[in-house]
C-alpha cells in the first residue's frame, strides 16, 4: 500500500543519505520517484531532514551523483506548495546558483555586497587562492539548474525571494557563457520573469507578506543529521563521544554521522 511505499522511500532516502557514494544507484531511483506526487511528499517532508541534506549534495564531486539530485531537485519543484520552503528554509537555490558562478563572479559590486552568504563566500575563496570559478562543466546538469530556477518563478512569490537572493546578478553574469542554445532560450525565459515587473495589486500581496516573514532559515547540518540518524533503520541516536575505557572492546559498527555527505560542503 501507500503507506509501506512511503516506509520503503524513506529507509532509502536514509541509508543513501549516510553512505551517497556507496549507493550511487539510489540517486537516480530517488530523481524517477521524485516525478511523482506521493514520492515528491516524502522528499519534501518538512518533519524529515531529507531535502535539506539532498541539496548539500548538489556540490557533490562525482558527476553522475550532482546530476541526480539536481533532478531530484527539480522534480520537487513541481510541488509549487513547497517552493517557499525550498527558498527560504533549505540552501537549494544558493547552492544551485553557486553551480552557475562564472570566473568573474558578479560583474556589480554591489550586488556582491548583497548576495547570499554561501555565493560570497565562494567568490571569496577563490580570489584568497587567485584561482578562477569553475562553471558547472556538464551542459544537462546546467540545463537541470536553469529549469529549476525556471519553476520556482512560476508564482510571484517564488520570483520576489529569488530576486531577494540576487538571482539575476549570477544569471547575468553566467548568461554569455552558456554555449548550448536551447538552454539559452529557457535562460532568456528566467530573466523575463526575474526582470518583470509585477502588477500593483501583486506588489501589495508581495508587501504584506514579508511583513508576516520571518528570518531565512539555514542549514543545520548537526540537528539534520541526528535527525537522520534517529529515521536510519537500526541506527541508534548519535550522543557526545566519549573517551574510550582501556583494553575496551571494539564498538558494534553504526551509522557515524561525522562521516555523511563528507564530500562536499
Known sequence: GDDFAGADLRILLAAFLCRPTDLPEAGMVLTNMARLDEGRQVILDRTQPFFRL????????DISLRRAIIETVRNCCFHEASHEYILKKTTAV???????????????????????????????????????IELEKDAGIRRAIVDTLT????????????????????IKAY????????????VFKLVDFLLGEEDASV????????????????????????ALA????????????????????????????????????
Open 54 to 61: 539532498l541539496t548539500r549534495l548538489i556540490d557533490a564531486e
Open 94 to 132: 544558493e547552492r544551485l546558483l553557486k553551480r552557475l558562478l562564472v570566473a568573474e563572479g558578479v560583474s556589480d559590486p554591489s550586488d556582491f555586497e548583497e548576495l547570499p552568504t554561501l555565493l560570497k563566500a565562494a567568490i571569496e575563496e577563490a580570489r584568497s587562492k587567485d584561482e578562477p
Open 151 to 170: 519553476m520556482l518563478c512560476t508564482t510571484a512569490r517564488g520570483r520576489k525571494l529569488l530576486r531577494d537572493k540576487k538571482a539575476y546578478a549570477v
Open 175 to 186: 548568461h554569455g557563457h552558456e554555449t548550448h542554445e536551447e538552454t539559452n532560450e529557457v
Open 203 to 226: 506588489q501589495i500581496e508581495l508587501l504584506s507578506s514579508d511583513d508576516e516573514d520571518g528570518e531565512d532559515g539555514e542549514d543545520d547540518f548537526a540537528r539534520d543529521l541526528e
Open 230 to 265: 534517529a529515521t536510519a533503520v537500526g541506527a541508534p541516536k548519535p550522543a557526545a563521544p566519549k573517551p574510550a575505557p582501556a583494553k575496551a572492546p571494539p564498538a558494534p559498527t553504526t551509522v557515524d554521522p561525522e562521516s555523511v555527505l563528507f564530500e562536499v560542503d
